[in-house]
């Protein structure tokens, strides 16, 4: 499968490889290059004796380099795809994998096919539950101590938050570190991202707030609610599901449509977030990845490109996150006909809303919808002309104004309470992405 | 209300009055009661949420005429875009309108924000861009400017550089009309602007326009001045122009000298009798000289020399152009009076002259080979690669990006290895866009040099920038 170069820049560790790996997608760089329905293998002259092999795995796509680079994928790789993306001519077209790249082919199905199990440490349950029991009495006290803060904050009032917008909750998330509620010690650290500098910022911050109070009343009555709800309100708080044991449930085998890709840091650690999209169940799914500094994205699913995947998903009243457990072939995006207008959008949201209060984010495709600049103002239309505000950077609204020409387009979207955010869309059969 | 006016729910729908009852009912106090109703209400508000609607649309973009480049020439002007590689992104703005191609529309944002940065290729910018382009620049107030404004209203409402634009194509298709519009409105614009827009009256300078030009004698701005005195020193007819032709006559005397009692032999004879007219001291001829030992009459010569049509020496001398420089070079004050020569020379483009000059050996004015067709300046790379590689190289460098010869272009690179920095990374780069594919395995030859003082590896890394950029070039060029 052919990849363009906005594929594969998402593919990249940081801007500098990418700078330098269309550097090296030169034809005159590379003493051999292959390309194979399953892989494309090149060797590439450095600045060593001997030339790098790079071998990209075209099927689940995946690289591996001879060169010392610590940076994965490196140079050559990023280099490699590139330059087949501009100029596939160059290429030699290979019938058979070369032996090098068929054993590196072959132990990455024979991983993939027998993941070994965790090997379970032996536990000591006692220990366990007095630590989760410990945990429970840290938090229900950091939950009262959260109710009381809310309170306090309402009392005296909220206008003075934005002249003291980055401390006015510093003391109360390190409670929220101590009582080891760490989501919700992040949820009160995004207050002071807002912008209290627009008008009628008063709005999304009491949303904030008081569905915060909801979460402490919630967490107080979380007996009452039934499973699904509860394992939100956990995840909300900041309990995890371990991975084992979300992989351990029945999954969803579809072809899953990656429609997006986005990197966000939060406290030191790079938040990634790949939405899927099932063309068969009509569903959702957000693949969320946490990695440390120096850590590179390990998920390498890209953008505009179709996998068949078996998907399992954590517990939640609206079952969204989910892990890859099974990964097949990748090929490119078909664009999906769902034939949605933001009646459909607004039916999903409150339907969302009905069961999981706490949902901000609800993804959405929308047919026949167009960008409008208005007043210096961007908006999305639907085909019965309702609008919503769009949350787009302004050169993303411009560069979709470009492609489409004023025209409509099938379009995915994230919608919030102040709008949408589109990530990806298609015109005339061609996927673009935003992100 | 606790603490804020700014947000006060007004009448409750009835689904919220019973909730808030119920809340009201279980209240531990009104904070509580505050807080579990506002966020009740904002969930209500977002499920049954109700968008406004508008039913405007944005003109639907025109169809594109031109072809588009290829994905893999898009992908190309897209990395030069995000690496800001100036250099290379003109180029591609050149191959596209040599193959009349326009660029794919996902780019053209990039693009456009980049033309109003280029403000002398807007022109070319906004052509690669296509309808989608101009439509797209007609939508965004930061564009518009790079759209021209309708031709009758471009004198009046168009910024400075589109009506200098204007101005220019205006002097060079009608000179009679630009005049008029000069007379018209110059004493309107700033003394600066009045500045710039007489300058444009070099192109097509005839007889015609010195009325004008001596009427600008008054001008209160110096500039202004300066500028209409320099036009009339050159323009050849005009009364200064006649006054200078009678001063350096009255200046110049041409003797014959026996030279070993055999031959005779032409010399330059300075009278140094004759007085500066007081209308030429004030149309800018210095009346002390500001060099020592260098009489005030000779300093005359060489100020009057430079504005002298290099015909002058035929007409009133009958010196043909090799002679003129030859009795000039022979004189003991041919420091002074050769360079004037050469400014003559190139302010009235004559080649017979600036070859004279050239062939004599006498003068080093790298700027002399403006004045001839590109192919001419190729065989003077000997004379000026060691002295002047810098402005040797830009007068080789041309909007068509035409190859510079193999062989030049090795002179060059075995010059600047000496002082690579004497050009600056831009010219490097500008100059591998003509170097030919054979001059590869030349920088290859330098990049694989095995000295390392800091001198040579910038070299190095010069020389792989180049092939870099040859090499993506010849990319481009096989995908556009």
Aim: proline share 5%.
């Amino acid at each position: 499968m052919k990849l363009s170069e906005d594929q594969i820049i998402q593919l990249a560790p940081d801007s500098a490889s990418v700078k330098a790996g269309q550097q090296l997608a030169n034809n005159a760089k590379w003493v051999t290059k292959y390309v194979h329905e399953k892989a494309m293998w090149g060797d590439c002259q450095g600045s060593g004796k001997n030339p790098y092999r790079t071998m990209v795995d075209l099927q689940q796509v995946a690289f591996k380099c001879s060169c010392p680079s610590r940076k994965f994928p490196c140079k050559h790789g990023l280099g490699l795809l590139f330059l087949h993306a501009q100029s596939p001519g160059v290429f030699t077209g290979a019938t058979e994998l070369e032996p090098q790249v068929e054993e590196w082919l072959g132990k990455r199905e024979s991983k993939s096919a027998a993941k070994p199990a965790k090997e379970s440490k032996p536990t000591d349950n006692k220990a366990q539950e007095k630590r989760a029991e410990e945990r429970e009495k840290k938090v229900s006290g950091g939950m009262e101590e959260l109710r009381t803060w809310l309170k306090d904050l309402v009392r005296n009032g909220i206008m003075h938050i934005p002249a003291a917008a980055h401390k006015f909750s510093s003391n109360i998330v390190a409670r929220m570190v101590d009582a080891q509620a760490p989501a919700v010690a992040s949820s009160l650290r995004r207050l002071s991202d807002l912008n209290y500098y627009q008008d009628g910022w008063q709005k999304p911050f009491l949303r904030s707030i008081t569905s915060l109070y909801l979460l402490t009343e919630a967490h107080k009555n979380i007996a009452q609610c039934d499973a699904t709800l509860q394992a939100d309100i956990r995840m909300l708080i900041g309990w995890s599901i371990p991975k084992e044991q979300v992989l351990e449930t029945a999954g969803l085998t579809d072809n899953w449509a990656v429609l997006a890709k986005t990197y966000d840091t939060e406290e030191r650690l790079t938040v990634e977030k790949i939405w899927l999209y099932s063309y068969q169940s009509e569903r959702f799914a957000l693949l969320l990845s946490f990695y440390g500094p120096g850590q590179s994205p390990q998920q390498a699913l890209i953008p505009g490109t179709t996998v068949a995947a078996e998907l399992v998903f954590y517990p939640s009243a609206v079952p969204m996150r989910a892990l890859v457990k099974q990964q097949k072939g990748t090929r490119p995006v078909l664009q999906p006909a769902t034939g949605q207008d933001f009646a459909a959008l607004l039916t999903k949201v409150s339907d969302t809303l009905a069961v999981m209060p706490f949902a901000v984010q609800i993804p959405f495709i929308g047919d026949a919808v167009r960008v409008v600049y208005q007043n210096q103002s961007w908006h999305l239309a639907d085909a019965s002309d309702s609008t919503l505000p769009l949350l787009n950077p302004e050169p993303d609204c411009w560069r979709m104004l470009a492609i489409t020409g004023g025209a409509t387009c099938t379009a995915f979207i994230i919608y919030e309470p102040a709008g949408a955010n589109i990530h990806s869309f298609w015109f005339d059969y061609v996927f673009y992405t935003l992100t | 209300m606790m603490g804020t006016s700014k947000f006060v729910p007004t009448a409750l729908p009835p689904v919220m009055q019973e909730a808030n009852e119920k809340i009201i009912a279980a209240s531990e106090d009104r904070e509580d009661i505050f807080l579990k109703l506002t966020a009740g209400y904002l969930l209500l508000e977002e499920a049954g949420k109700k968008l406004p609607e508008n039913s405007f649309w944005l003109p639907v973009a025109p169809e594109e005429d031109k072809q588009f480049v290829s994905a893999e020439a898009s992908a190309l002007l897209n990395q030069f875009l995000k690496n800001k590689e100036d250099v290379l992104t003109e180029y591609f703005i050149y191959r596209c309108q040599v193959k009349g191609k326009v660029v794919l529309p996902a780019l053209l944002p990039e693009l456009l924000n980049r033309a109003v940065e280029k403000k002398h290729q807007r022109a070319q910018f906004l052509q690669v861009c296509g309808t989608r382009g101009t439509w797209l620049a007609g939508i965004n107030p930061q564009w518009q400017q790079l759209l021209t404004p309708p031709e009758e209203n471009i004198w009046e409402t168009g910024t400075w550089e589109q009506r200098k634009a204007y101005f220019r194509a205006l002097r060079q298709s009608f000179p009679a009309e630009a005049l008029a519009l000069l007379l018209a409105n110059l004493q309107e614009e700033t003394a600066n602007n009045r500045a710039e827009l007489l300058e444009y009256l070099q192109q097509s300078l005839s007889l015609s326009d010195e009325a004008f030009l001596t009427s600008q004698l008054t001008d209160r701005s110096t500039r202004v001045r300066q500028v209409a005195y320099d036009l009339l020193r050159s323009l050849h007819g005009s009364a200064l122009y006649q006054a200078l032709e009678a001063f350096a006559r009255s200046l110049v005397s041409i003797k014959e000298e026996r030279v070993l009692l055999i031959t005779k032999k032409k010399v330059i004879q300075v009278n140094r009798a004759v007085e500066l007219p007081e209308a030429l001291a004030a149309a800018g001829i210095e009346k002390v000289s500001s060099q020592k030992d260098v009489q005030d009459a000779d300093y005359w010569l060489a100020q009057t020399i430079a504005y002298l049509h290099p015909a002058f020496w035929q007409e009133n001398y009958q010196l043909t152009p090799q002679e003129a420089v030859q009795l000039f070079t022979s004189h003991k004050e041919q420091k002074l009076w050769v360079p004037s020569l050469a400014q003559s020379a190139v302010r009235y483009g004559h080649p017979g002259m600036t070859t004279a000059l050239l062939e004599s050996d006498a003068v080093a004015a790298v700027e002399l080979l403006a004045v001839l067709p590109l192919a001419e300046r190729y065989k003077w790379a000997e004379r000026f690669t060691a002295q002047h590689a810098s402005s040797y190289l830009h007068l080789l460098l041309d909007e068509k990006y035409t190859f510079i010869p193999a062989a030049v272009c090795t002179l060059l690179l075995k010059q600047l290895m000496q002082q690579p920095y004497t050009i600056n990374q831009q010219d490097y780069l500008r100059w591998a866009l003509q170097m030919a594919p054979d001059m590869l395995p030349v920088l290859q030859g330098y990049i694989m040099q095995e000295n390392e003082t800091y001198q040579v590896r910038y070299f190095k890394n010069t020389c792989a920038e180049m092939s870099r950029i040859i090499q993506t070039r010849e990319q481009l060029n096989a995908s556009i």
